[in-house]
């Protein structure tokens, strides 16, 4: 939006052939429902809503979103394919790779937008705000979050085989970035659920060990007017 490409306030009049495989919830609306470009990247991130991201890989395409990161020294982080239709033939089979990420990378853009040096102050508070409580829980948060003190903004990742997770955790103790990749799990039943449960153990298991001698401090806070 800063640069002029993306007026968060312009509605979408959603096509019916806009709708996309997987997960979300525009699928459960009449056509032509009109929202903002912000709730289409707050559904997006909050519910890994598929017709919305699909929206913003039509607008912008693969070229511009993967020079975008290479200009920001995130070459771990490329966009190679879109969702799949609803209904279509490729919706049925199985779909090939959407994006590819580093787990060091991933954790790199999560920091940037915690210091706010994600582009600029304005573009890292926008993109905690829109990553804020995430509807899915259950891996990096799922032991932390309902802490006194806790918060999370975060973004998971599910294909098959795979589980990813990554994020922000804001705590009486400070402000820690995480991210956890799951590859190559088994399709067997109950394998993905171990990889969540997994991913939420080593999390706290982590963040308490860091937290044992840390004293309280105050998390980050990019709303408040102050040098970071």
Do not use: Y
Not at 8 to 31: N, Q, T
Not at 193 to 222: C, F, K
């Amino acid at each position: 939006e800063r640069e002029g490409t993306l007026d968060l306030g312009e509605r979408w009049p959603m096509p019916r052939r806009a709708v996309a495989a997987g997960s979300g919830v525009l699928d459960e609306f009449d056509p032509w429902l009109a929202p903002t470009q912000r709730d289409l990247l707050r559904l997006m991130m909050a519910l890994s809503d598929n017709t919305a991201a699909n929206r913003f890989v039509d607008a912008f395409g693969e070229e511009a979103v993967n020079a975008r990161m290479c200009e920001l020294g995130l070459d771990g982080i490329r966009l190679v394919g879109r969702i799949p239709d609803l209904g279509s033939p490729e919706a049925e089979a199985p779909w090939g790779p959407l994006g590819r990420m580093t787990p060091r990378d991933t954790a790199e853009l999560w920091r940037r937008a915690a210091t706010g040096t994600l582009l600029d102050r304005g573009s890292s508070v926008l993109a905690l705000r829109l990553a804020a409580r995430p509807r899915t829980a259950d891996r990096i948060p799922r032991l932390l979050a309902s802490r006194p003190g806790h918060a999370w903004a975060g973004k998971t990742g599910t294909v098959r085989g795979v589980r990813a997770d990554s994020g922000v955790l804001s705590t009486p103790k400070g402000t820690f970035v995480l991210a956890m990749f799951a590859d190559r799990i088994l399709d067997v039943p109950g394998a993905s659920l171990a990889a969540n449960r997994a991913m939420g153990e080593i999390a706290r298991e982590g963040v308490d060990t860091w937290s044992a001698d840390l004293p309280d401090r105050a998390p980050i806070r990019l709303d408040e007017e102050r040098p970071l």
